[in-house]
């Protein structure tokens, strides 16, 4: 029953454990530590020493507002202004596009204002964590409402040419208090950091582990992979399935290879997303249940890399994962497309 029940809470793609204390209480920390911080490279030196997760920058204004924009027209700086004709500084972007062109929210948040102007024609601004707010202008369309939580990536409007413009283009702002930041640095940095970070970490979280709970409450320790260009390793995950990593390093265009146990019944397969979850089959079948320990495979050490799939199984999309380490053959079951993984496992072997 109790493997029935860890099987389902993963399909609804829900935490099987509540938010811990220790959770709540670093989420208060780090609240206080970006609580005085307004330079992105104050903020970006805080993420890499307390080793902020993918989900705790999510809470933050950090990815650009529009999907691959070609170019900002106008930057946060001194200019002429191209209606008034007279000089005065440019509080935030320009980022010229079609009117239509969707407009991301660019960190998880809560909607504060959503209104008209002459000059801001329509807007939306978003409260993020450590008092940071986002402002979206010149909207052709509206998707979301004051007091509704939104989430990165999400699309809350879309490009136009409402209020004091001379053609159709975003105008984002980021904001604290009664300041006025410089956005470029902000749109970049959850891509920076996570290159950054990878850089240092290449090989370093190359492993699959398997870890039980106490007493007869298993669970499974879930390990995210990123394999970024050029195709180097890292880890920025923890126990819960499902969570905001996938959506975000998607809208990255970065792939994600998600790996790990799951379940401990043999043969059972957990989609998360459009991702693929290994299973530990050896150490299932030679231990019947596992017992306090930690079962790793090493990637960057493995000799061959082989996937099979039975007419069933390209149907319903698994099959088997052939690893060979060191002379000894290991058999994980997959979920998804397997030709993702040998890809990203061969350049990573090579």
């Known amino acids: 029953m109790k493997y029935i029940i860890v099987f389902i809470i993963a399909l609804l ?27 992105i490279h104050e903020f970006q030196r805080i993420a890499d020493s307390m080793q902020m997760s993918i989900d705790e920058l999510c809470d933050y204004p950090v990815i650009l507002p529009i999907k691959k924009p070609q170019r900002i027209s106008s930057g946060f700086e001194w200019r002429i202004h191209p209606v008034y004709r007279t000089r005065k500084f440019h509080t935030g972007i320009d980022i010229p596009k079609t009117k239509g062109t969707p407009v991301y929210a660019t960190g998880n948040g809560v909607v504060t204002r959503k209104g008209y ?12 964590a450590g ?33 004091t ?11 604290k208090d009664n300041r006025f930041l410089n956005p470029t640095g902000w749109c970049g940095c959850l891509f920076e950091i996570l290159k950054n970070n990878t850089k240092q970490n290449q090989y370093e979280f190359s492993k699959i582990s398997i870890t039980t709970g106490r007493g007869n409450k298993y669970r499974a320790r ?15 995950g923890g126990f819960i399935l499902g969570d905001i ?12 290879l998600f790996l790990g146990l799951v379940s401990l019944v043999q043969r059972i397969f957990v989609k998360v997303g459009s991702l693929f979850v ?22 960057n050490k493995c000799e061959g890399l082989q996937t099979t799939q039975s007419v069933t199984g390209r149907i319903f999309g698994y099959g088997t994962l052939v690893v060979t380490t060191g002379g000894a053959t290991n058999c994980y079951y997959f979920v998804g497309k397997p030709f993702d993984f040998k890809r990203a496992i061969n350049a990573q072997i090579g």
């Open 222 to 236: 879930i390990h995210y992979f990123l394999f970024v260009e050029p195709l180097c390793l890292l880890m920025v």
């Open 165 to 175: 413009t001379t053609g159709s283009h975003l105008h984002y702002e980021v904001r």
């Open 117 to 128: 102007c002459s000059g801001y024609g329509n807007f939306i601004e978003i409260e993020h």
């Open 278 to 299: 290994v299973t530990n089959r050896r150490a299932i079948l030679k231990t019947g249940i596992i017992r306090r320990r930690v079962a790793e495979l090493v990637l």
């Open 245 to 256: 990593s996938v959506p975000i390093m998607k809208w990255l265009g970065i792939t994600v």
């Open 13 to 39: 793609h829900l935490p099987v454990w509540g938010q811990s204390g220790d959770s709540l209480n670093r989420k208060s920390e780090i609240e206080e530590c970006t609580k005085q911080i307004y330079s």
């Open 131 to 163: 008092g940071f707010r986002s402002f979206y202008a010149h909207l052709s369309r509206t998707m979301v409402n004051a007091g509704d939580s939104v989430s990165i990536t999400q699309q809350i409007a879309c490009v136009g040419n409402t209020g």
